[in-house]
Nanobody, 123 residues
Framework: VQLQASGGGLVQAGGSLRLSCAASGRTIFSYGMAWFRQAPGKEREFVASISYSGGRTSYADSVKGRFTISKHNAENTVYLQMNSLKPEDTAIYYC?????????????????WGQGTLVTVSS
């Protein structure tokens, strides 16, 4: 499967963005999907994940209540709605797909990665 992330940009603190991860080659119903992010000088960290059917989700504590992950199998796309953005949310955001480990917070458990989209939150 190929993943294409988009939707990043510059936003003021308190604002919102919606990231998209469009898949091609195979249906995302076959994969557990997740978003990770990596800030300059930091390791890649888990943000959110969603199960194969889309019925279960998991979030990092730092984004819980502000971000929502959703999976639209008919569109073959995963979204990350980000509200109440903070400067510390600034990072490159990556979508990822796993054939066996939905919900894992370990990047090495994911088999496919998108190219990343930059989110910058100004204070």
């Amino acid at each position: 499967v190929q993943l294409q992330a988009s939707g990043g940009g510059l936003v003021q603190a308190g604002g919102s963005l919606r990231l998209s991860c469009a898949a091609s080659g195979r249906t995302i119903f076959s994969y557990g999907m997740a978003w990770f992010r990596q800030a300059p000088g930091k390791e890649r960290e888990f943000v959110a994940s969603i199960s194969y059917s889309g019925g279960r989700t998991s979030y990092a504590d730092s984004v819980k209540g502000r971000f929502t992950i959703s999976k639209h199998n008919a569109e073959n796309t995963v979204y990350l709605q980000m509200n109440s953005l903070k400067p510390e949310d600034t990072a490159i955001y990556y979508c990822a797909a796993s054939t066996t480990n939905w919900g894992s917070r370990n990047p090495s458990d994911y088999d496919y990665w998108g190219q990343g989209t930059l989110v910058t939150v100004s204070s």
